[in-house]
């Protein structure tokens, strides 16, 4: 019979075998997709399911990506003024059960329980609000309306079919910090994520109606630089958030995902060789640049959802341009994945082998500045066109990727795990377990990363094809056939802001 003996060593002992390690040479990867509420796009398929079938479909969701080793998930907890969470102060979305303000039943808070289940796949959660939407089509009919358009009837402006939060108004940005306050202190999130809806896209022949409140908070800037003071406005907001979100917890990220073109280069010098028809800074009023020069995001995920050789908004030329204009700033590329294999979309998205989102990551791997890819969006997946499932699983993502550091004027190193231990269970498979030692909640160890070397294989953990697991749980189960040449086994402890502890080498002997 064969026995497993099991071995734990210390950093010293493991430096002394050969292991090689160094927190600052191992490969990261960003690897994200977006989950959107809004029009039950993505999830939940309709607004009547039970409890259980939405569980079971966001499983299956979260199942799904991690298969093809997605180390996060983007996912929009509120689409509008309402809430996919028990908020104190909005109402449940109507995209949840149908009707505005009604909680889930049997009860359960969706929030709580999708961090929860991306946390155990070791997956980052960053939770995805809009910032100004505050009704989608507000002209229809609503069955339980929402009731702070009216109280505060002034904190609001409709343009074109949606109604929006004025963000000239002082108060509006008071609210928006308790919201987000509200979220990071009640919930074990990642991160804030914005999306690319600052001001509303502009609509031919409609003013957007904010001359009421820059008249009244236009200061220095009225009557004549209302574009410098819109983009005060959310400059105002984007800074009070970032402050806010850090005194809360510092380690939770705040990330923003503009629209793939700051400026078209015949305004503005610095901007790029684009033609777009509507840009952040101009039109948009978000001036992105800006807050990664004042340090105010933690990572930029630019919208590049064109392709390579866009006669206007060429996909090359817009990450290469964000990869130089980043300012130390984490730069994930959008990739706009619900256009692959669709006959309306232009024809370098209809062409196979390559695809267009695999000439895009290649195009990827060769700018250094960009640490990753989120696409847009879950359903795209679900449908799998071209079986990009398959293409990313076994081409781009075989292995499992650590997440990119975060906050990195801070090091929240977590300790080594202790008591790890493999041990055969039932049938043909081993259970490898460990502990965490306690810790405060900034190093606390929140995911593991594991590696396997083989006989005869160089023991480098920087090397991520040995990678064999990252998950949030503190165990992992490894098939017989799996360890048949086994040498060794490593894990790591990865604390909150994805800074690593010390390896803990496990051997295997037969």
Not at 236 to 254: A, D, G, M, N, Y
């Amino acid at each position: 019979m064969t026995h497993l003996k099991t071995y734990i060593f210390t950093l010293v002992l493991i430096m002394n075998t050969g292991l090689f390690f160094s927190q600052e040479s191992l490969p990261r990867e960003f690897r994200g997709v977006w989950i959107a509420t809004v029009g039950n796009i993505d999830w939940p398929s309709q607004q009547n399911l039970s409890s259980v079938q939405q569980k079971k479909e966001i499983i299956n969701l979260l199942d799904l990506f991690k298969s093809l080793n997605f180390n996060a998930i983007i996912f929009q907890i509120r689409p509008s003024a309402d809430a996919f969470y028990n908020s104190k102060y909005e109402p449940w979305s109507a995209y949840l059960t149908g009707t505005s303000n009604m909680s889930p039943l049997p009860y359960y808070d969706p929030l709580a329980f999708i961090i929860e289940e991306t946390h155990k796949r070791g997956m980052e959660f960053h939770a995805w609000l809009n910032p100004y939407r505050a009704v989608v089509n507000y002209k229809e009919f609503r069955s339980n309306p929402f009731p702070l358009t009216y109280e505060r009837s002034e904190w609001f402006l409709n343009y074109g079919k949606n109604k929006y939060f004025n963000p000239g108004l002082p108060e509006v940005r008071a609210y928006t910090n308790k919201v987000v306050s509200d979220v990071v202190q009640n919930y074990n999130i990642d991160a804030i994520h914005f999306d690319d809806y600052f001001y509303p896209y502009k609509i031919k022949d409609e003013v957007f109606p904010d001359e009421m409140a820059f008249k009244e908070h236009g200061g220095p800037f009225y009557p004549e630089q209302l574009d410098d003071w819109r983009r005060n406005n959310v400059n105002l907001i984007i800074e009070e958030l970032f402050h806010t979100i850090k005194s809360i917890k510092p380690w939770v990220q705040f990330g923003i995902s503009p629209f793939g073109v700051w400026r078209n280069k015949k305004t503005d010098p610095r901007g790029s060789a684009t033609d777009a028809g509507q840009t952040n800074y101009d039109h948009l009023y978000a001036d992105i640049l800006y807050w990664m020069k004042k340090g105010w995001i933690d990572y930029i995920l630019p919208q590049a959802y064109w392709h390579i050789g866009h006669e206007r908004a060429d996909y090359k030329e817009i990450v290469s341009w964000w990869a130089d204009n980043s300012f130390g700033t984490n730069l994930y590329i959008g990739h706009g994945m619900h256009r692959l294999g669709k006959k309306k979309e232009d024809a370098a998205w209809t062409k196979v082998a390559p695809t267009e989102i695999e000439r895009q990551l290649n195009l990827n791997k060769s700018i250094s500045k960009i640490q990753g890819s989120v696409f847009f969006s879950a359903k795209s997946f679900v449908q799998n066109p071209f079986k990009i499932d398959q293409i990313l699983g076994n081409r781009y993502y075989k292995q499992p990727a650590l997440q990119p550091v975060v906050n990195k004027n801070v090091k929240y190193a977590p300790e080594p795990v202790v008591n790890a231990k493999l041990e055969k269970i039932k049938g043909k498979n081993y259970r490898l377990h460990w502990e965490a030692l306690p810790e405060n909640v900034e190093k606390q160890a929140v995911k593991y990363l594991v590696y396997q070397f083989d006989e005869g294989e160089v023991q480098n953990l920087n090397d991520p094809s040995h990678i064999i697991a990252l998950t949030g749980e503190k165990e992992i189960m490894i098939s017989k056939k799996e360890l048949k040449e086994a040498q060794s086994i490593s894990v790591i402890a990865v604390s909150k802001n994805n800074n690593l502890s010390s390896p803990v080498s496990i051997s295997v002997k037969n």
